[in-house]
């Protein structure tokens, strides 16, 4: 079973012992502002990216995308989950809660570009 953590979660994540942070959406929205660390991952491409971007299986993990409404998030989370990834979970508020708290976004960065 997938954790949903809400966004005071994540902050106190951030603060101790940081997770990678995963945004699953498309290139542009990525780009246009993501979470300050956070690293492209498309949620469809979720099985071919994992190895070489999460080599270790272990280490927590927090998926997030747009909003509670989005599901991409979800579905990354899963495939991670079926991968043998034992520490994930899903900020579901996404982006729209991060940004109506009044948190900054980073924008720019690296995409992952389709293979």
């Not at 005071?8 to 012992?17: I, P, T, V, Y």
């Not at 956070?38 to 071919?48: C, E, I, K, L, V």
């Not at 990834?85 to 009044?102: C, F, N």
Request: aromatic share 6%; proline share 9%; net charge negative.
């Amino acid at each position: 079973m997938l954790k949903i953590i809400t966004r005071e979660e994540l902050q106190a994540m951030l603060a101790s012992s940081p997770p990678t942070v995963l945004e699953a959406l498309p290139p542009k929205y990525f780009l246009d502002g993501h979470l300050p660390g956070a690293r492209h991952f498309p949620h469809d491409r979720a099985r071919s990216l994992a190895p070489t971007m999460l080599p270790d299986e272990k280490a927590p993990i927090v998926v997030y995308c747009a909003s509670a409404t989005c599901q991409n998030s979800h579905i990354a989370a899963q495939v991670l989950s079926s991968m043998g990834y034992a520490d994930v979970s899903i900020y579901s508020g996404g982006k729209k809660d991060w940004v109506e708290a009044g948190l900054p976004l980073e924008r720019g960065g690296d995409v992952q570009q389709a293979a």
